[in-house]
């Protein structure tokens, strides 16, 4: 079994789960791969709003997130600006840009960002921030520059929008979803063979799709 991170700077809610899913897959046995992928391109895909694009839900989220890191004493600073260019922070995290300090990069990076304030979407204090880890800031934010890292990167999010993939953070064990971060203690109840939904028979239920829809919003995939 293999857990797989979908994760986009952007979000608070995956920074805090990238605090907690390490430990999570450790104590249950499986591998964690990551997966950084481009949150507008799903935004895109899916015909969505992303939270910072609603003003009142920008609000809640951080105020939200700040109050699950402070109970469990996670640093959580908003970066100075938001939303912002996540590019060469998502491209520095790709696993053939990272190679095996891919979870360090992450770490350094959302450690910036999010931990501490700093500006997610300027290269410069990306490879600072990386120098600051004992990594090679500029060579890997140059790698991440690169024909073959954007190429990587546009791969990633298209097959994360493949797997059913809307949101972030998302967490695939196979090819089960759980998207959110209050979805972590179902992940772990899943991994660990207590998924509530074992018992749920599906195809014995009586869903026969919608009887209405929002005047304007088209189903997806029909004009």
């Given at each position: 079994?293999k857990?797989?991170?979908?994760?986009?700077?952007?979000?608070?809610?995956?920074?805090?789960?990238?605090?907690?899913?390490?430990?999570?897959?450790?104590?249950?046995?499986?591998?964690?791969?990551?997966?950084?992928?481009?949150?507008?391109?799903?935004?895109?895909?899916?015909?969505?709003?992303?939270?910072?694009?609603?003003?009142?839900?920008?609000?809640?989220?951080?105020?939200?997130?700040?109050?699950?890191?402070?109970?469990?004493?996670?640093?959580?600073?908003?970066?100075?600006?938001?939303?912002?260019?996540?590019?060469?922070?998502?491209?520095?995290?790709?696993?053939?840009?990272?190679?095996?300090?891919?979870?360090?990069?992450?770490?350094?990076?959302?450690?910036?960002?999010?931990?501490?304030?700093?500006?997610?979407?300027?290269?410069?204090?990306?490879?600072?921030?990386?120098?600051?880890?004992?990594?090679?800031?500029?060579?890997?934010?140059?790698?991440?520059?690169?024909t073959?890292?954007?190429?990587?990167?546009?791969?990633?999010?298209a097959?994360?929008?493949?797997?059913?993939?809307?949101?972030?953070p998302?967490m695939?064990?196979?090819d089960?979803?759980?998207?959110?971060?209050?979805?972590?203690?179902?992940?772990?109840?899943?991994?660990?063979?207590?998924?509530?939904?074992?018992?749920?028979?599906?195809?014995?239920l009586?869903?026969?799709?919608?009887?209405?829809?929002?005047?304007?919003?088209?189903?997806?995939?029909?004009?």
């Amino acid at each position: 079994m293999k857990v797989d991170f979908y994760f986009d700077y952007l979000s608070p809610y995956a920074y805090l789960a990238s605090r907690e899913l390490p430990a999570l897959c450790t104590r249950r046995g499986v591998e964690l791969r990551l997966r950084p992928v481009l949150f507008a391109g799903l935004l895109n895909h899916w015909g969505q709003r992303g939270p910072a694009e609603i003003p009142p839900k920008a609000v809640h989220t951080i105020k939200e997130c700040m109050r699950y890191a402070l109970l469990r004493e996670i640093p959580c600073r908003p970066p100075r600006h938001h939303p912002f260019n996540p590019l060469t922070a998502l491209r520095a995290s790709l696993a053939e840009v990272a190679g095996d300090q891919q979870l360090r990069i992450m770490r350094a990076i959302y450690d910036m960002g999010w931990g501490a304030g700093g500006d997610l979407g300027d290269a410069a204090e990306i490879a600072a921030a990386l120098d600051a880890a004992g990594l090679e800031g500029p060579a890997i934010v140059a790698r991440a520059n690169s024909t073959q890292a954007k190429a990587a990167l546009h791969r990633e999010t298209a097959d994360a929008i493949a797997r059913g993939v809307f949101g972030i953070p998302t967490m695939l064990a196979g090819d089960e979803l759980f998207w959110g971060l209050d979805q972590l203690a179902y992940l772990e109840l899943y991994l660990e063979g207590k998924d509530p939904l074992a018992q749920v028979k599906f195809d014995e239920l009586d869903f026969q799709g919608p009887s209405a829809w929002r005047t304007g919003v088209s189903r997806h995939g029909e004009d």
